[in-house]
């Protein structure tokens, strides 16, 4: 595959436009950083859902974005096009899973979030690199979630 994108998504897929963040990858700039902040209102309106029910979004969520950020990867000729945010979405979820409501814990978990999938430390870095494909794209993006939302629980306990 090309190092660099060299075609743009055809938002008019729904393939595309779901892997896009409904469009928030397009963002000039920080397009991951503008998908997180795009999943912030749909994160507001799962999290009304109990814990199970949540907990199956994820899994339903990251299944679908295995096949959304593969099959739009494949499609545009690059691996992980930076403007595929699908995995931002789960990762962001992840992470606020169980949070306490308030507007304090969605920008703590946003910037949780943010500083593990820029920053990359092992073994988030580590995936990035040696998993490729739709799980690839996903898969780092998960564990970033997942030691984020370690990050926020162990915050939550030393407020509470």
Known sequence: MPAFPVTRPNLTSPVHFLA???GSGLAP????????LA????????AQLGL????????????????????????LGVHDHPGIV???FVGYWITMCAAPAGWLWVATGFVLFRIFDILK????GW???????????MLDDV?????????????VQLVA
């Open 127 to 137: 995936l990035d690199r040696r998993v490729h494909g739709g799980l690839g794209i």
């Open 29 to 36: 700039r920080a397009p991951g950083t503008f998908g997180t």
């Open 143 to 155: 564990v970033a979630g997942l030691i984020a939302w370690a990050c926020l629980q162990g915050v």
């Open 39 to 46: 999943a912030v209102p749909l994160y507001l309106l799962a």
């Open 52 to 75: 199970v029910a949540y907990s199956a979004f994820l899994v339903l969520t990251f299944a679908l974005g295995v096949y959304l950020c593969g099959r739009t990867s494949r499609e």
């Open 86 to 88: 699908w995995d931002e």
């Open 20 to 22: 896009f963040g409904l």
């Open 121 to 124: 430390p092992w073994p988030i």
